[in-house]
């Protein structure tokens, strides 16, 4: 199906109002300001900005959202209370696509033990508080509040008074997370079947997800006639959160062919979008989570790595770039298989033979049966442990250094390389940059110090000091570890041991060193 021929859906995202609500998830100004300019950006339709009633900071962010918002809608919450309405009306006024929000409870639970109205009087609250809020906007959404728990004939009223009254947008949420998907469709069906003037408005979904059927919900709706999406990034919100846009927007991307709706959100941008949200809230999004979990696009399973060497589309559905994921990662642990090791060695920069391979690939399934996590460093050491003779090509025999508060401090240095002894004396910065000065002179190379790091292994002034150096060289890193009771000897053994993984990589150091 052609692009053309899909109904357009618009996603309105309440991120900065509903998931805001989930406790402790507020946000400051600056970074409500953020996220709606990041929202604005990738495309989103209508912004709900907050509640202008709650709070002056909640006004202030709607108001200046709606300032500097380039194309969205910015929207207002406001209860059937006048006093909302007006609140919310002069929060949107300065925006370019203002709109009020204005939602009302409509099933029997919540009119006997909440509102403490009668389904008439409620009936004439929808009435005056739309005409209200179309008084000071032409963009006037309404809400009717637990929807799926309100009987199909009542709900149909409201309806037809909401529209009557101005309403451009009617949205029927699920506001408690109990609809199931047929349900829910079906009521959206009865509803835009029944209600005389259904026509002149666009319905709009709202689905909570806790029995985590938000998303199943939201695509229901729109197949039973429903062009808006309400849902927020990461699917935060209250209790077990809202439908998540990330999650809406592949969803219909990836199965065009059966859900022939397509929206105008920016894809590529989710997964930055995703990361902002998680950072002002401080919500972790789990790794498992669809879309912009960090498991998303990593597969650690050796059939599936296997698969993934072979063809991408064997297990991803959708390229990680289209959701602004640079690639898939191919994780290694103890369900990794021989293809996704080899694979990983050449990315590490290793050329080895099938024995060698095989020989550090049984040593690797080891090491993941004691460790949780195999980092690229842990299959650095165990391949060039393994390689031999390759971290002995270049041994400390001897260093001498002079420091204090002369000029220069000296460092006199024999290394052993290849068999044979050299000796240099270097000048330095300081007794640790002559040391790395004297490695230098005898072993010239033109890879750059991107770490040195040192700390004592054990307490006291006798302890052991361990060191790490990071060497960077035509793109690839590699890193080394040394312990000495004296510092400088065991950063020259960490700066070797990297230098040393260098060289079994099949890299060359500078010409001089040949001579």
């Not at 409870?105 to 179309?134: C, F, G, N, Y």
């Not at 989710?270 to 979990?293: C, M």
């Not at 790595?305 to 770039?321: A, C, H, R, S, V």
């Not at 990071?470 to 230098?499: C, E, I, N, Q, W």
């Amino acid at each position: 199906m052609t692009a053309s021929a899909k109904d357009r859906v618009l996603i309105f995202d309440t991120t900065l109002r509903d998931g805001e609500q989930c406790p402790g998830a507020t946000m400051g100004l600056a970074e409500k300001l953020q996220v709606a300019e990041l929202l604005d950006a990738m495309g989103v339709d209508i912004i709900e900005a907050g509640f202008p009633i709650a709070s002056n900071g909640d006004f202030e962010a709607v108001a200046e959202i709606a300032r500097r918002t380039q194309n969205a809608v910015v929207a207002g919450l406001a209860r059937a209370i006048s006093a909302d309405i007006a609140r919310a009306g002069e929060a949107v006024k300065q925006a370019r696509r203002g709109r009020i929000h204005t939602f009302v409870s409509t099933s029997p639970i919540h009119l006997e033990h909440q509102m403490r109205k009668s389904e008439e009087e409620v009936l004439a609250i929808v009435h005056d508080t739309v005409t209200q809020a179309r008084n000071l906007v032409d963009d006037v959404e309404w809400s009717g509040m637990d929807a799926t728990r309100t009987p199909i004939d009542y709900l149909c009223r409201c309806v037809e008074v909401a529209i009557k009254a101005g309403a451009t947008t009617i949205n029927l949420p699920d506001t408690v997370g109990y609809a199931t998907p047929d349900e829910y469709r079906a009521m959206f069906r009865a509803v835009r079947e029944r209600v005389p003037n259904a026509d002149k408005a666009i319905f709009s979904v709202h689905c909570h997800n806790d029995l985590g059927l938000a998303v199943a919900n939201s695509i229901a709706g729109v197949e039973g006639g429903a062009r808006q999406v309400e849902c927020t990034l990461n699917g935060i919100g209250e209790r077990a959160g809202n439908a998540a846009l990330e999650e809406i927007v592949m969803a219909l991307k990836v199965r065009g062919d059966v859900l022939p709706y397509e929206t105008g959100v920016k894809s590529e941008m989710i997964t930055r979008a995703s990361r902002l949200v998680s950072a002002v809230t401080s919500f972790p999004v789990q790794y498992n989570k669809a879309i912009v979990g960090r498991n998303a696009f990593a597969h650690e399973s050796g059939i599936h790595q296997d698969g993934m060497l072979k063809n991408n589309t064997t297990y991803e559905i959708m390229t990680p770039e289209s959701v602004g994921v640079s690639k898939t990662s191919l994780v290694m642990g103890k369900h990794s298989g021989r293809n996704a090791f080899r694979d990983k060695l050449k990315t590490l920069g290793y050329s080895l033979s099938d024995n060698q391979i095989q020989d550090a690939f049984v040593r690797f399934k080891e090491l993941a049966d004691r460790k949780k996590e195999i980092f690229d460093e842990d299959i650095e050491s165990l391949v060039d442990e393994n390689l031999a003779g390759a971290r002995d090509r270049m041994k400390v025999l001897s260093l001498l250094v002079v420091a204090g508060t002369i000029k220069e401090q000296i460092a006199t240095l024999t290394l052993e390389i290849d068999g044979a002894q050299r000796t240099v004396q270097s000048n330095g910065n300081g007794p640790v940059d002559a040391t790395f000065n004297a490695i230098k002179a005898l072993a010239p190379h033109e890879a750059v110090l991107e770490l040195y790091q040192v700390h004592a292994v054990t307490a006291g002034t006798d302890a052991q000091a361990e060191v790490s150096v990071r060497l960077m060289h035509d793109g690839r890193t590699f890193t080394g570890k040394g312990a000495d009771p004296d510092t400088l000897v065991a950063s020259a053994k960490a700066y070797l041991s990297a230098l040393n993984k260098l060289l079994a990589r099949g890299e060359r150091l500078h010409a001089q060193a040949a001579e």
